[in-house]
């Protein structure tokens, strides 16, 4: 071998919080990880809001990263409906047996936590360093760098939620003609820890409670405090043709139009913050990206957020490759055998997921009558039936084992 050519057992390429994840695991394992990450240490921070359920919590937790963050909002109760049609169901956390069925945080505050976790740690990570190119091998894969470095390693993790310049067109893809139209918004009502789903024949809306959320400046600290009890991160689900008006309204505009979409269960919405959109979609490219390559996290697959499984799903992903890594023989590692048993063990999980999310987009977003009545007729056999409740719930919560 090339004696300039940098090796490592393991190189993650992308630092964001699926291949810190992955990197942090397999430091408990006793595996040696590099991380690569194409941004530069300073790049601004994701503004995006975070659903993580309580599975990923307990992952966080044991890798020494929950401590590090800030207050997470958690979710202990979720209100599923559909307008303009009955049915009605309730998920509960003290029902399903656990603290909460999720959390809600910035994007922003993960990614902060999880960079001082891999310092603290020890764990190599190089910013700013773009990848070009990755082959595959029968004893080590290679990667060409930007700056013209050539790193090999046993096993490369591609982590980098399909940006790569060499990423894979997907082996399946749906276009749901539907965007995200997210931002903060204040409701007359506190949140009391209740985050709502709500299906209408354009696309589901979702409120998920935010602590931490929109607080207007030059109000007393009583009103701040008083208005993050009201906070929600919102995702108004619209058509395409629809989204681009939705976000041009003014502030007024646009809350009247909420609350005509979504209803008054937290009575009259009261402020919001700057709208953005994002186009949806579902993809599968899978995880085998050659030898001794290897795809998890929105790389490997990319889901509707409806019912906030896809982030969770790519934390998952990390988890159980760095378990079946530390379960491998050192010399086995990245080897055909491995990455196979890892894409089996991930199978169940993942196509789980994404065929939930896809019924639900499917089955949920129209206003077909059978389809109404039938969608009632299951959310209200969901809230009659404690054991079905907690059978999909903790299938939310801790994927397919449950």
């Given at each position: 071998?090339?004696?300039?050519?940098s090796?490592?057992?393991?190189?993650i390429?992308?630092?964001g919080?699926?291949?810190?994840?992955?990197?942090?695991?397999?430091?408990?394992?006793?595996?040696?990880?590099?991380v690569?990450?194409?941004?530069?240490a300073?790049?601004?921070?994701?503004?995006?809001i975070?659903?993580?359920?309580?599975?990923?919590?307990?992952?966080?937790?044991?890798?020494g990263?929950?401590?590090?963050?800030?207050?997470a909002?958690?979710?202990?109760?979720?209100?599923?409906?559909q307008?303009?049609a009955?049915?009605?169901?309730?998920?509960?956390?003290d029902?399903?047996?656990?603290?909460?069925?999720?959390?809600?945080?910035?994007?922003?505050?993960?990614?902060?936590?999880?960079?001082?976790?891999?310092?603290?740690?020890?764990?190599?990570?190089e910013y700013?360093?773009?990848?070009?190119?990755?082959e595959?091998?029968?004893?080590?894969?290679t990667?060409?760098?930007?700056?013209?470095?050539?790193?090999?390693?046993?096993?490369v993790?591609v982590?980098?939620?399909?940006?790569?310049e060499?990423?894979p067109?997907?082996?399946?893809e749906r276009?749901?003609d539907?965007?995200?139209v997210?931002?903060d918004?204040?409701?007359?009502?506190?949140?009391?820890?209740?985050?709502?789903?709500?299906?209408?024949?354009?696309?589901?809306a979702?409120?998920?409670?935010?602590?931490?959320?929109?607080?207007?400046?030059?109000?007393s600290?009583?009103?701040?405090?008083?208005?993050r009890?009201?906070?929600?991160?919102?995702?108004?689900?619209?058509r395409?043709?629809?989204?681009?008006?939705?976000?041009?309204?003014a502030?007024?505009?646009?809350?009247d139009?909420?609350?005509r979409?979504?209803g008054?269960?937290?009575?009259?919405?009261?402020?919001?913050?700057?709208?953005?959109?994002?186009?949806?979609?579902l993809?599968?490219t899978?995880s085998?990206a050659?030898k001794?390559?290897?795809?998890?996290?929105n790389?490997?697959q990319?889901?509707?957020p409806?019912?906030?499984?896809?982030?969770?799903i790519?934390?998952?992903?990390?988890?159980?490759?760095a378990?079946?890594?530390?379960?491998?023989?050192?010399?086995?590692?990245g080897?055909?055998a491995?990455?196979?048993?890892?894409?089996?063990?991930?199978?169940a999980?993942v196509?789980?997921?994404?065929?939930?999310?896809?019924?639900?987009v499917?089955?949920?977003s129209?206003?077909i009558a059978?389809?109404?009545?039938?969608?009632g007729?299951?959310?209200?056999?969901?809230e009659?039936l404690?054991?079905?409740?907690?059978f999909?719930?903790r299938?939310?919560?801790f994927?397919?084992?449950g």
């Open positions: 071998m090339d004696a300039g050519l090796t490592s057992d393991v190189v390429v992308g630092g919080p699926v291949g810190a994840v992955c990197a942090l695991a397999l430091r408990q394992q006793g595996v040696t990880a590099r690569l990450e194409a941004q530069a300073d790049a601004r921070a994701d503004s995006r975070l659903a993580l359920s309580h599975g990923a919590r307990l992952i966080l937790e044991r890798l990263a929950w401590a590090l963050l800030g207050d909002t958690p979710i202990t109760r979720i209100h599923v409906s307008r303009g009955l049915g009605v169901a309730r998920l509960d956390a029902e399903v047996g656990v603290p909460a069925l999720g959390y809600v945080l910035p994007y922003a505050a993960l990614t902060a936590a999880l960079k001082r976790a891999l310092s603290e740690a020890g764990i190599a990570v700013g360093v773009a990848v070009e190119r990755i595959g091998g029968d004893a080590a894969a990667l060409r760098t930007a700056d013209g470095r050539m790193l090999a390693a046993a096993l993790v982590a980098d939620g399909g940006r790569g060499d990423a067109a997907p082996r399946f276009q749901y539907q965007v995200a997210v931002c918004v204040e409701t007359e009502l506190p949140h009391a820890n209740r985050a709502y789903e709500r299906f209408t024949p354009e696309g589901p979702a409120l998920l409670p935010r602590g931490e959320g929109y607080a207007p400046r030059g109000d600290d009583f009103l701040r405090a008083e208005a009890e009201r906070s929600y991160a919102l995702v108004w689900t619209a395409r043709d629809d989204a681009e008006r939705i976000v041009s309204l502030d007024a505009e646009f809350l139009a909420l609350y979409h979504f008054g269960r937290q009575g009259r919405f009261l402020r919001a913050s700057p709208r953005k959109a994002f186009p949806l979609r993809a599968y899978g085998a050659g001794r390559v290897v795809r998890i996290g790389a490997a990319t889901l509707h409806v019912a906030g499984q896809g982030f969770n790519g934390l998952r992903d990390a988890w159980e490759l378990s079946l890594a530390g379960d491998t023989p050192t010399g086995e590692l080897s055909a491995m990455l196979a048993a890892y894409a089996r063990g991930r199978r999980d196509f789980g997921g994404l065929g939930f999310t896809d019924f639900l499917r089955a949920f129209n206003d059978p389809l109404r009545h039938a969608r007729i299951g959310l209200m056999a969901l009659a404690p054991p079905l409740k907690t999909v719930a299938r939310m919560i994927g397919a084992r």
